[in-house]
C-alpha cells in the first residue's frame, strides 16, 4: 500500500511537470505550494495556470477515474463469479458511448458544455435498466443470467454507436473516434468532482459491504447461509456499478481494460477479501491510469494519444502474460 500511494505521487508529479510544455519539477512543487497556500516561491503566471488550471485536474482525475475503475471490476468480477467480468461486458460503458456519440454526431451542445455528460450518464442508466429488465424477465436471477443479458445490451448499444458515426456529420469522426478510445482532455474543476463522485460511491460501497462480498467467495449457498441475501446483493452491486461507470464515462469517455485487468493484478498481492482487495484496486488503477496518461500526452507530442490505445495495449499484455504463467 505505501509503495503504492508512493507511485501515485511521484507519477502525479510527472504527469503535471511533462506534456506539450515541459516544466521543471521544481516549478511544479512551487506552484502546488503557493496554490496550497503554503508560501514558497511564486511561479511565472503562465506556468503557474498551467500547473494549477490544466494539469492538476487533469492529474486528480486520472486517479480517481483509475481508481473507481478498478474497483467497479474487482466487485463485478465478485457477484458475478465470474473472473472476465467488467462494465465492457455488460453493456454499461456501450451505453454511455451511445448516449455521448449521439450529442456529437447528431443533437449537438444543446444544453452547454454539461449536455455530453448528462448524455453520457443517461445512456449508461438506460443500459442498466435494460440489463436489470431482461433479467428480471427469464426465471433464475443467477449471474449468468446477468452476463448474457449484459452481452446482449453491450452489442445492441455498440451497433447503435456505430449506425450513430455513419448516419451522423460525419466531421465529427475524429471526436467521436478519440471518445470512445477515452481521454482526460475535458478534465476541468468544474467537473473532477464528478470523477470523484463516481471512484468514491463505488469505493464506499465496496467497503462498507467488504464482509457480504467476502462470503461470495465460498459459493452462493455459503452465503446464504451466512445471511447474505446474494440476489439482492447482486443487483445492488450492479446498481452502484452502473452509476459509478456511468459518471466516469461521462468524464473521461470509455477506457478499456482496467476493470477487467486490474483485479487480477491486485489479488497475488492482497489476497481474495475485499478489504485490501478494493484499497489495492484503486491503488493499481490509479496507478495505471497516471503512467498510461503520461504515455498518450507525451509519445507523439504534439499529438495526444487516446488513453483506451495504452490501456488496452498494457492489458492484452498483461492478460498473455498470466495465460503463459498459468500453462507453465
Known amino acids: 500500500m505505501t509503495a503504492g500511494a508512493a507511485a501515485i505521487a511521484a507519477l502525479a ?5 511533462y506534456g506539450s510544455t515541459v516544466i521543471a ?15 514558497g516561491d511564486i511561479v511565472s503566471g503562465p506556468v503557474a495556470k498551467i500547473v494549477v488550471d490544466l494539469r ?9 477515474v483509475g481508481a473507481g475503475l478498478g474497483g467497479i471490476g474487482a466487485l463485478l468480477q465478485t457477484v458475478t463469479r465470474n473472473d472476465l467480468a467488467d462494465p465492457f461486458l455488460f453493456g454499461l460503458s ?3 458511448a451511445a448516449g455521448a456519440v449521439s450529442v456529437i454526431t447528431i443533437f449537438g451542445d444543446q444544453f452547454g458544455i454539461w449536455t455530453l455528460p448528462v448524455a453520457a450518464f443517461t445512456g449508461g442508466i438506460l443500459a442498466a435498466g435494460i440489463v436489470l429488465l431482461l433479467v428480471s424477465r427469464v426465471r433464475g436471477q443467477g449471474p449468468e443470467r446477468l452476463i448474457l443479458a449484459g452481452l446482449a445490451v453491450s452489442f445492441m448499444f455498440t451497433a447503435l454507436t456505430n449506425y450513430l458515426v455513419f448516419a451522423g456529420d460525419q466531421r465529427a469522426a475524429h471526436s467521436v ?5 477515452g481521454g482526460l482532455g475535458l478534465a476541468r474543476w468544474d467537473n473532477v468532482g464528478l470523477a470523484a463522485l463516481g471512484a468514491g460511491t463505488i469505493l464506499v460501497f465496496g467497503l462498507w459491504n467488504h464482509r457480504r462480498l467476502d462470503a461470495f467467495l465460498a459459493g452462493e449457498n455459503a452465503a446464504e447461509t451466512l445471511g447474505v441475501p446474494v440476489a439482492r446483493m447482486r443487483r445492488t452491486t ?4 452502473a452509476f459509478s461507470t456511468a459518471i466516469l464515462v461521462s468524464v473521461a469517455g470509455v477506457i478499456g481494460f482496467v476493470g477487467l485487468m486490474i483485479p487480477h493484478l491486485s489479488r497475488p498481492l492482497a489476497g481474495s477479501l475485499h478489504l485490501r482487495l478494493i484499497a489495492s484496486c484503486a491503488l493499481f488503477g490509479a496507478v495505471l491510469l497516471l503512467a498510461s496518461d503520461l504515455l498518450a500526452r507525451t509519445l507523439l507530442p504534439p499529438q495526444e494519444l487516446p488513453i483506451g490505445i495504452i490501456t488496452s495495449s498494457v492489458g492484452a499484455f498483461s492478460v498473455v502474460t498470466m495465460l503463459i504463467r498459468n500453462r507453465s
Open 94 to 96: 456501450s451505453g454511455a
Open 238 to 241: 450492479f446498481l452502484v456499478a
Open 25 to 39: 519539477l521544481s516549478d511544479v512543487v512551487a506552484a502546488l505550494g503557493h496554490a496550497a497556500g503554503l508560501g
Open 13 to 17: 508529479l510527472l504527469s503535471i511537470a
Open 56 to 64: 492538476l485536474p487533469r492529474t486528480i482525475m486520472a486517479i480517481c
Open 177 to 181: 473516434l478519440f471518445w470512445t478510445m
